[in-house]
Nanobody
Framework: QLQLVESGGGLVQPGGSLRLSCAAS????????VAWFRQAPGKERETVSC????????NYADAVKGRFTISRDNAKSTVYLQMNSLKPEDTDVYYC?????????????????WGQGIQVTVSS
């Protein structure tokens, strides 16, 4: 059973940067698309970014375009989310999820594997 673990969250000042990691165990992320989601209590879950199994296709929510970059290292079974120019409204619990598919992200509707989530707080 594939398991995902997020790391790299924490408290950062507005304008700062963080890099989230999503590491897989119990399997590899090869042939898996991976996405980052975020959700605050009482709010709907939002898709932040997604990367296809090969890394050739990525997409981003409008709110993070130009500030966040998703990447992957299949040799390490890890996907990263580099977050720059962070804003207070980026404060959320961030989750990574994986889907065993070679489809591009736009056509993925089910995410069977999830991490436990990690807190990101942007505050002065």
């Amino acid at each position: 059973q594939l398991q995902l673990v997020e790391s790299g969250g924490g408290l950062v000042q507005p304008g700062g940067s963080l890099r989230l990691s999503c590491a897989a165990s119990g399997g590899t992320l090869e042939d898996h698309a991976v996405a980052w989601f975020r959700q605050a209590p009482g709010k709907e879950r939002e898709t932040v970014s997604c990367i296809s199994y090969s890394g050739a296709s990525t997409n981003y929510a409008d709110a993070v375009k130009g500030r966040f970059t998703i990447s992957r290292d299949n040799a390490k079974s890890t996907v990263y989310l580099q977050m720059n120019s962070l804003k207070p409204e980026d404060t959320d619990v961030y989750y990574c999820a994986a889907a065993p598919t070679r489809r591009v992200c736009d056509y993925i509707v089910k995410w069977p594997f999830w991490g436990q989530g990690i807190q990101v707080t942007v505050s002065s």
